[in-house]
């Protein structure tokens, strides 16, 4: 699996933003999202979506104000960043895998597949 990330840039504190995520190759996957990283911060979970149901999954951090959604005909997921925060600046990832479970969802380590990561600052 491929992953593409997209949509970062510069922003205002309290604006929007929406990050996109186009897998290809092999691209079943049981859960996609985002994780990101802030400059000397280790990677952190954002939100993952399960492919199959549609259930989404937030950081308390994020939770109201991030959406994931994701078009399995397109084979991508998208990030819809709202009411952002300059604590929100880091680089965004989307990731993938096809083995994780429930509960090991905000693990990193779990996921097999890496998008190269997007940067998303927010201005206050």
């Known amino acids: 699996v491929q992953l593409q990330a997209s949509g970062g840039g510069l922003v205002q504190a309290g604006g929007s933003l929406r990050l996109s995520c186009a897998a290809s190759?092999?691209?079943?996957?049981?859960?996609m999202g985002w994780f990101r990283q802030a400059p000397g911060k280790e990677r952190e979970f954002v939100g993952v979506?399960?492919?199959?149901?549609?259930?989404?999954y937030y950081a308390d951090s994020v939770k109201d104000r991030f959406t994931i959604s994701r078009d399995n005909a397109k084979n991508a997921v998208y990030l819809q960043m709202t009411s952002l925060k300059p604590e929100d600046t880091a680089v965004y990832y989307c990731?993938?895998?096809?083995?994780?479970?429930?509960?090991?969802?905000?693990?990193?380590?779990?996921?097999?597949?890496w998008g190269q990561g997007t940067l998303v600052t927010v201005s206050s």
């Open positions: 990731a993938a895998s096809s083995t994780v479970i429930l509960s090991a969802i905000r693990d990193p380590r779990h996921y097999d597949y």
């Open positions: 190759g092999r691209t079943f996957s049981r859960y």
């Open positions: 979506i399960k492919t199959s149901g549609g259930s989404t």
